[in-house]
């Protein structure tokens, strides 16, 4: 729901208008002219707008009562849409205009039809018609209103920058403009406002950043097959400070012996990088120019939280060790679990808990499984099963668990009880270990012919050891 133009129309006397105010959002427009195709047609300029506007309302050639393109049997007003004539040679019309008036103040606006506009859709299965008569009520109401202060002159001045809090870009978001809280009219220093930033912060000048990285880990199980490792790292921020355009810069300084940052992509406020940075990947690995910090990301935040940076780096060790090993025999699945946290990994948080789902076998029926530590959660319509862990390892940092678990089974004819998965079929499975403050998901992917199925059709193949396992562990850190 979006508007193309905005007008704050005067009249004059001898049935001429002067525009007063007037906005346009080229975004919405070209949308408009994707929604239109071979009917669309463009805005006019302001003073042949008005023209055509006064004619449609009546308020022009006052001698001239009767004007066969507007008052002629052929054309009916049933609605307070107006259509405007603007070439009669070509027939282009300009529909549907809105306009409310108020003594000598004509408000007008052009709603974007996000529909073919032939056959011309009605009226009642547009929502933009009534968004936009909403926001002609709330111009009028802050215009005129008993509750506006000055004059119609300062209150115009400040209608630009109240529009980029209540409609900007074209989408209103607020049209009870007497109730918005208007900016001020002059804005510190002579900076413009950009357009993707649609106000500015008042009151206490506050940032916050927040790092978080996740490491993916691949365990085979197998010596002739290495392990493998990757870490991707996130920066977000969000700043409230005063200003246009603030300067802000952000330090990123490694620990001690810690990998350099890759591959590294930064917001589009960034204002300027050192090309070392920017050139760091982990494709090349004869690459030797490596940048270890520290990195500077000098950037002109906007209002709401975004992600500054995301890289990737390298660890020496995963965090998280583990197996997952599945069997079935006469009908009943053998379930065996292994998970080692690494020492160099904090040994304390808020909660850890592992999911074990099944797919496409029914409901559970009987689960028979013990752990070393912690307590089992058993939902049975959802073939899943929770192993919480609770706030720690132990002193050991090894837990494990073992046992096996049935189902009623998989009614054929009938409706499918239980979850599906296009995936996970055979002994195809996984588990998914979380950990707040360390994220930790866990995959296992078991398939009798070492092959795993993406979406995208492609298939790869991996020499798997024993019961054709492939572990996939992904860490998440939070600072």
Known sequence: MSIRSLWVISEENRGSGVVLFSRRYPTVESRARRFGKEHYVSIPEDTAFVRSLLTELGLTDPEKPFVEARDSCDRMHKTSALELKLDQLRGDVLWPVLAIQHGKLILACLPLIEAPLKPRPSLPSLPSISQGFSLLAGLQAFLTGVKAEGDLTSRLGLLSNLLLHACPLGSPLETNLSQTVVPPASLPGTQKQPAWKPGIHKGRAQVAVAVSE??????????????????????????????????????????????????????????????????????????????????????????????????????????????????????????????????????????????????NRGQLANVDLRVTTGQLEVTRERGLVVWMLGQKFPKSLEVSLTGSVNFNGVNVSGPQIGPMDFLCVGLTSYIKASILNVFCEIKFLNDSSGRIFRKDKQNYMYSLFGCYCLLMIVVSYVW
């Open 214 to 359: 996740q490491v993916r880990s691949m365990q085979y199980g197998n010596p002739s097959k290495p392990d493998t490792w990757d870490v991707f790292g996130a920066v977000s921020c969000k700043c409230d400070l005063e200003g246009v355009l603030p300067n802000v810069t952000v330090t990123l300084s490694l620990p001690p012996n810690g990998s350099p940052l890759q591959d590294i992509v930064v917001h589009h406020c960034v204002t300027s990088l050192d090309s070392s940075v920017l050139t760091a990947s982990s494709v090349d690995e004869s690459d030797s120019s490596a940048f270890s910090g520290p990195y500077k990301f000098p950037f002109s935040p906007p209002l709401e939280p975004f992600r500054l940076c995301c890289y990737t780096s390298q660890v020496p060790v995963p965090p998280i060790l583990g197996s997952y090993q599945i069997t079935e025999e006469l009908g009943r699945l053998k379930v065996a679990v292994n998970l080692k946290l690494h020492e160099s990994v904090k040994n304390g948080f808020e909660y850890c808990e592992v999911q074990l789902p099944f797919f």
